[in-house]
């Protein structure tokens, strides 16, 4: 469901991961910064506390499919390879890999001397390990599909990797960003109840210290990391669960770091006194909002049901009210810009009138005395689950319950804390309908989301997609290495689904993230703020932890 941290590309839930500029006027391809600190000299010390709505569920990555889990495993463990500030995709605990003229073998070179952070040294044994854990039918995870693709994975020495495939598989290369895990600690053992969930060993450059449930996660600098020790001492994730609290305590000087919702960053972050104290910046984010069918459910087996529920939606005023005019409309699980947009999807337009029309010809014609539509005695009524925290989803739901009124759907909000959200609701496919969002990486392939295979619980088809044709074109686009194919691939997969609106796709928000202006060495680029990290500091005089 989400993924974070500026070292995993997979695909998950919540997260603000790779981030990427879109082909607007309005808007530069790299993150525009609105207030720039004077330069000094790098200093260790002091502590980066950030804000998080949401708790994580596991530090075992490989486990998690939220955002807030790997944003705190993102500084923790590495992957193989990683995407630089420009999108490239780099070595990260391989140092090199070289890719065979076929494109079917990769041979991963890995640094020497990289120590787990008890001590013990990282060698191909860990990644042998974690690619078996990953496959292995008894590991409940959402990732094992890209790493089912391989052929043969052998270490013909302890520093290492050469992994072959049968056939092109476009997303090979880009899926070695996943966490590499010790075998030292888990080899042998169940993964599921390993103590690594609440006391993670990584490589990466911060350990782990303390969770606190419910209240903070604390890191504290790995000395011994292979790229160089941090300069910040300790990375502090608070859980907050509300933004209006989180930027209270941002402007106390409580917390350092967070996301903007729109309105404050249009309208309470212009005062000469703010200005001063923090930077913000603002830039397109690669993840969209959406409005998730549970399509099990008799409500919405009708085709005809979900297009009128999108027709019913105006997300132009959902951008201007809810946004501020910062984002743009989706219209389908890829971002407008990114190569494997097709720009002449189809979207429904906003139209009560031709929603009346399609819920009339799906059956629900008559109203009742509250002005509610009635089929076969029931009215037309559902619950719209998003999650606790989060002001523009919630104001989005709100302005989406008005519009469906006006049409006679009656449509109730429950907001839920983030961990039952996903526990009790999500994997468990306990909901009518819900108001998510997917980060997506740079690759187009959404096998996981879409295919009618990844239906499970903790899987991430929780809504129950399924569509032979669909189906076997996320096959065809993750099976050639040639653009143009990929291109046809994803362009009839926008298609189909802007036809059968398995989600109603609303918007593509802009990412709004501020941070405290005593930090330096933040330099926007296309991959957003979070990819240097390591690099931030405060200068000695300005340091308060």
């Known amino acids: 469901m989400i993924v974070s941290g500026v070292r995993c590309l997979l695909m998950v839930l919540l997260c603000s991961a790779i981030l990427v500029a879109c082909n607007r006027p309005e808007t530069s391809h790299t993150p525009v910064i609105v207030h720039a600190s004077s330069p000094s000299l790098p200093a260790t010390g002091d502590a980066l506390v950030e804000g998080t709505i949401g708790e994580a569920s596991t530090l075992i990555p490989l486990l998690a499919t939220d955002s807030a889990s790997h944003e705190v495993a993102g500084q923790i463990y590495n992957g193989l390879v990683k995407y630089d500030k420009n999108l490239n995709i780099v070595g990260d605990l391989a140092k090199s890999f070289d890719i065979s003229d076929d494109g079917l073998t990769i041979t991963f070179h890995l640094h020497h001397g990289v120590k787990w952070h008890d001590g013990a040294p990282f060698t191909s044994r860990d990644v042998i390990y974690t690619y078996r854990v990953t496959i292995d039918p008894k590991t409940p995870t959402a990732y094992a599909e890209d790493f089912k693709q391989v052929k043969n994975i052998t270490a013909p020495d302890s520093f290492t990797i050469r992994v072959s495939y049968n056939s092109p598989f476009a997303p090979a290369l880009a899926s070695w960003g996943m966490n590499i895990l010790p075998a030292h600690l888990l080899e042998g053992k169940d993964i599921t109840k390993s103590p690594l969930a609440r006391n993670p060993i990584g ?135 990114r190569w494997a947009y097709n720009p002449a999807v189809k979207d429904i337009a906003y139209d009560p009138k031709h929603a009346a029309e399609l819920l009339a010809q799906a059956g629900w014609k008559e109203k009742n005395s509250a002005g509610i539509l009635v089929k076969d005695g029931k009215p037309f009524t559902f619950t719209i689950l998003t999650n606790q925290g989060n002001q523009q989803r919630l104001m989005t739901a709100q302005i989406i319950q008005q519009r469906l009124l006006q049409v006679g759907i009656d449509v109730k909000i429950r907001v839920v804390e983030w961990a039952a959200f996903l526990k009790e609701f999500i994997n468990k496919g306990n909901f009518e309908v819900v108001l998510l969002a997917w980060s997506v990486s740079q690759d187009p392939d959404m096998f996981d989301v879409w295919d009618s295979s990844k239906t499970k619980p903790g899987e991430l088809n929780f809504i129950g997609y399924n569509n032979p044709e669909v189906d076997r074109l996320l096959v065809e686009g993750r099976s050639t290495f040639n653009i143009e194919k990929r291109k046809k691939a994803y362009f009839r997969i926008q298609d189909i689904l802007a036809d059968e609106q398995p989600y109603t796709f609303l918007y593509v928000p802009d990412a709004l993230p501020v941070v405290s202006a005593r930090f330096r060495g933040v330099k926007p680029a296309p991959a957003g703020i979070g990819y240097n990290q390591n690099k931030w500091y405060v200068p000695k005089n300005e340091q308060v932890y």
């Open 203 to 337: 490589t990466g450059p911060y350990r782990f210290k303390e969770w606190v449930s419910g209240q903070k996660i604390e890191l504290e600098a790995n000395n011994d990391y292979f790229e160089g020790r941090p300069y910040i001492d300790r990375i502090v994730y608070r859980i907050i669960p509300d933004t209006s609290t989180m930027f209270m305590e941002l402007k106390a000087g409580a917390i350092d770091l967070m996301d903007l919702t729109p309105v404050q960053y249009a309208r309470q972050t212009e005062s000469k006194e703010f200005t001063s104290r923090f930077n913000k910046y603002r830039y397109p984010s690669s993840s969209y909002l959406y409005m998730g069918y549970n399509l099990r459910h008799p409500l919405f087996g009708d085709k005809r049901v979900r297009q009128a529920l999108t027709a019913a939606i105006n997300k132009d005023e959902l951008i201007q009210g809810v946004l501020f005019g910062m984002g743009q409309k989706a219209y389908g699980p890829i971002i407008p810009g």
